[in-house]
């Protein structure tokens, strides 16, 4: 009798620690579409590791439901159609409750309209800007799903406009990437930058890619503008940026948020961008901020200024904690912890060993404040949030903050523009 309980005692002891290290074992895995390669690849590279280190932190602390956070990453190689058969393969095969990308709009959008939308599968872009976004969940197309931890370009335009007043644009020649994002952007632009008395004397799309812009270059000269403003992305705004100064163009350039790149000055040179200036989706600083700024190069490799890199690392964070909260893989029930993650009456949390904190808060029942390292956000009912712009221009071949402008100054002017 004695020898079968210790060879019972035994087998359960083994049971016990084979269930442990299947616990320790188990992974939660969501699918990260991101632009790695192509005209965005930077963008893209710094998205991925910044979900990286926010999973990473939140395992560290713990864990969701006792299992770690993964992340399966594909390459979207900055291209639609491409994007939309890795988020196929990530929903369809790999049954991920949630997407993460991608970085540009012409990406995002038809991962929702074609893939994520249709499942019912819940997809955040941490840096997809274009006012599309918002008209298809005005549209009932969506089915709710969609979110993104960036604002929107009908506000950015309306900065960018009045920034560029104020810098002393008074004659611009447009030269812009020829997709949605840069339609889009140069309308609400331009529609605000006319309304403020600048005048706009040619207006020039261009397709991506290509290996010379000497003819779009050419037809944005005419006019004698005193300024380009350049809505492009690193590679081929430095091409563009470098023909232009080639030909003769004024050396004054205003810049989407996506030409706040160390590649894009390294490559242009920053002799000839002493007079360059542009905006971006703006911060309001948090103690997430402070962890982020200190941690995040030595986790990937990046500059923590990559456009991109700040707000991923909250996507990251709040789809980690939303999850967390649904309390499964639900996609419907993750839909509606999403706003749960960013409760404004919940308890503030901050990026990185406040995790711990927040799963205990979430344990309990408790609501909780994720205020990431763009500051507090919460969504509205299209998955849009609201905040400020940086104003930002590039000194000695560094981007450099320039002023800020509110939520309240972009919704006041843009109220008086209407």
């Not at 320790?24 to 590279?45: F, H, N, R, S, W």
């Not at 994002?181 to 632009?189: S, T």
């Not at 808060?361 to 940086?390: A, C, H, M, N, W």
């Amino acid at each position: 009798m004695r020898t079968t309980i210790l060879k019972l005692t035994s087998a359960l002891a083994l049971v016990t620690l084979a269930g442990a290290a299947q616990a320790a074992d188990c992974k939660i895995t969501v699918g990260l579409v991101m632009e790695l390669t192509g005209p965005a690849g930077e963008y893209g590279q710094a998205g991925a590791k910044s979900v990286e280190m926010a999973f990473r932190d939140i395992n560290a602390a713990g864990g969701v439901r006792g299992c770690d956070l993964a992340t399966d990453t594909r390459d979207s190689q900055s291209q639609g159609n491409v994007a939309v058969d890795a988020a196929t393969q990530l929903v369809q095969v790999k049954k991920v409750p949630v997407i993460i990308g991608g970085i540009i709009s012409s990406v995002s959008i038809p991962i929702l309209t074609s893939v994520t939308a249709p499942a019912k599968i819940v997809q955040v872009s941490p840096a997809s800007s274009s006012p599309t976004l918002t008209a298809l969940g005005r549209d009932g197309k969506t089915n709710g799903i969609f979110f993104r931890t960036i604002t929107s370009d009908a506000l950015q335009g309306v900065a960018a406009a009045k920034y560029a007043v104020d810098k002393g644009f008074k004659k611009l020649s447009i030269i812009h990437v020829n997709n949605d994002f840069g339609v889009n952007m140069v309308a609400e632009f331009s529609r605000a930058y006319k309304a403020l008395g600048g005048i706009i004397v040619s207006d020039t799309p261009y397709n991506e890619k290509q290996s010379s812009y000497a003819s779009e270059v050419t037809a944005a000269m005419a006019g004698e503008p005193d300024g380009l403003y350049l809505v492009s992305t690193p590679v081929d705004g430095a091409t563009i940026a470098r023909t232009w100064i080639s030909q003769g163009g004024v050396q004054k350039f205003l810049l989407n948020d996506g030409m706040n790149s160390p590649d894009f000055i390294e490559s242009v040179g920053a002799d000839y961008l002493k007079d360059a200036y542009g905006t971006s989706s703006g911060t309001s600083p948090t103690a997430s901020t402070d962890y982020f700024n200190k941690n995040y190069k030595e986790f990937s490799g990046i500059e923590p200024s990559n456009p991109a890199a700040d707000r991923s690392y909250d996507a990251g964070a709040i789809v980690g904690l939303a999850i967390a909260i649904a309390g499964s893989d639900d996609p419907a029930k993750i839909k509606d912890a999403m706003y749960k993650a960013v409760d404004p009456a919940g308890t503030p949390i901050y990026a990185g060993k406040e995790f711990a904190k927040a799963l205990g808060l979430i344990k309990d029942g408790k609501p909780i404040r994720y205020e990431g390292v763009i500051g507090p956000v919460s969504f509205d009912k299209y998955g849009d949030i609201t905040g400020p712009f940086r104003l930002w221009k590039i000194v000695d071949g560094k981007v450099t903050t320039d002023g800020e402008m509110t939520t309240d100054d972009v919704n006041a002017l843009q109220a008086k523009l209407q």
